[in-house]
């Protein structure tokens, strides 16, 4: 399986919060689903809402080729302290990501990807390094 996610944007710690999370998946995807022959491309945006920038999925059947792609506010997202950014970019991101992976036509194209395995395996990997929490953990440093 070809797995990336990348980040766009204009402040707070997201592009932080992602390159650590990237760290944590890619290798534990490759080494689990690279017999999969698709593409899921996350995109995390953080910008101001004054870009009215739109969040949304987009499967192309001819490359296989499943992109996430959502939009948080800059103006939230800078107000909050780095634990609290990293919990509310997992949950989003987790919502995102079953909504893409529930693509009708990306499921009839992959039926040797367990979707439910797939998302838990996310979620355990990263939980086992701090991500899909349950609650901010406020006993952590408080950094913004």
Same mark, same amino acid.
């Given at each position: 399986?070809?797995?990336?996610?990348?980040?766009?944007?204009?402040?707070?710690?997201?592009?932080?919060?992602?390159?650590?999370?990237?760290?944590?998946?890619?290798?534990?995807?490759?080494?689990?689903?690279?017999?999969?022959?698709?593409?899921?491309?996350?995109?995390?945006?953080c910008?101001?809402?004054?870009?009215?920038?739109?969040?949304?999925?987009?499967?192309?059947?001819?490359?296989?080729?499943?992109?996430?792609?959502?939009?948080?506010?800059l103006?939230?997202?800078?107000?909050?302290y780095?634990?609290?950014?990293?919990?509310?970019?997992?949950?989003?991101?987790?919502? =995102?990501?079953?909504?893409?992976?529930?693509?009708k036509?990306?499921?009839?194209?992959?039926?040797?990807?367990?979707?439910?395995?797939?998302?838990?395996?996310?979620?355990?990997?990263?939980?086992?390094?701090? =991500?899909?929490?349950?609650?901010v953990?406020?006993?952590?440093?408080?950094?913004?």
């Open positions: 399986m070809d797995f990336f996610l990348t980040t766009d944007t204009s402040g707070a710690r997201v592009g932080e919060l992602a390159s650590e999370l990237r760290h944590i998946l890619y290798p534990e995807i490759e080494k689990k689903y690279s017999g999969i022959d698709a593409k899921i491309g996350i995109v995390i945006r910008l101001p809402n004054s870009y009215n920038r739109r969040s949304f999925t987009r499967y192309l059947n001819v490359k296989n080729d499943l992109t996430i792609d959502f939009c948080v506010s103006e939230e997202y800078k107000n909050l780095k634990i609290e950014q990293k919990f509310e970019l997992g949950k989003i991101l987790l919502e =995102w990501l079953n909504k893409g992976l529930s693509n036509n990306f499921l009839k194209n992959n039926p040797s990807l367990n979707v439910k395995d797939f998302i838990n395996d996310i979620e355990n990997w990263g939980k086992e390094k701090g =991500w899909f929490v349950d609650e953990d406020y006993s952590q440093e408080l950094e913004f």
